[in-house]
Antibody
């Protein structure tokens, strides 16, 4: 059974830092790209960042670029998100989500988020 | 602002059919995937690709696409289908960024 368990959330002051972790089990972690997706209270989902299986390709949403760093440790089956210079608008539940790459004869490759963790809450407030 | 546009709210009578739409330029070239989220829970994938359902998703859920619009259809909506639904795809610039629609709150009457 695929399991993704996030941890590391909490209360932090504006300008502060926090490191989130996502422990993966039930699948070959090193074979999959992974993502962070967040959801502010009462708001919709926002994709934050993705990292390829070997960490060769990393992408960020414009809203976090230069402040957040995604990384992974395949030996520990873990995904991380280092969040610096935190702002009030970063307050959200942060989910890790497994990335699955699929192929279609019409449109070629496409990606989906096929498994999600339960999320960890980050609150940025003074 | 989102590059994928969804109606904020839709309602359907119990047992009837409802279509939830998602519009965006990227949908002319990339498939949308659809996620169901119930209060206090993580999102769950319900439809992906041309019209594929993960294991465990009822066959009353289906997907389609035309031009810049992707649609999620629930045929014979049940009370347990009341939830928020989000579409997702790549952004229109093609630079590997992903984008969600703003979400549609489905109410089953």
């Amino acid at each position: 059974e695929v399991q993704l368990v996030e941890s590391g959330g909490g209360l932090v002051k504006p300008g502060g830092s926090l490191r989130l972790s996502c422990a993966a089990s039930g699948f070959t972690f090193s074979s999959y790209s992974m993502n962070w997706v967040r959801q502010a209270p009462g708001k919709g989902l926002e994709w934050v960042s993705s990292i390829s299986s070997s960490s060769s390709y990393i992408y960020y949403a414009d809203s976090v670029k230069g402040r957040f760093t995604i990384s992974r440790d395949n030996a520990k089956n873990s995904l991380y998100l280092q969040m610096n210079s935190l702002r009030a608008e970063d307050t959200a539940v942060y989910y890790c989500a497994r990335d699955r790459k699929l192929y279609d004869y019409v449109w070629g490759s496409y990606r989906i988020f096929d498994y999600w963790g339960q999320g960890t809450l980050v609150t940025v407030s003074s | 602002s989102s590059e994928l546009t969804q109606d904020p709210a839709v309602s359907v009578a119990l047992g009837q059919t409802v279509r939830i739409t998602c519009q965006g330029d990227s949908l002319r070239s990339y498939y949308a995937s659809w996620y169901q989220q119930k209060p206090g829970q993580a999102p769950v994938l319900v439809i992906y690709g041309k019209n594929n359902r993960p294991s465990g998703i009822p066959d009353r859920f289906s997907g389609s696409s035309s031009g810049n619009t992707a649609s999620l259809t629930i045929t014979g909506a049940q009370a347990e289908d009341e939830a928020d639904y989000y579409c997702n795809s790549r952004d229109s610039s093609g630079n590997h960024l992903r984008v969600f629609g703003g979400g549609t709150k489905l109410t089953v009457l």
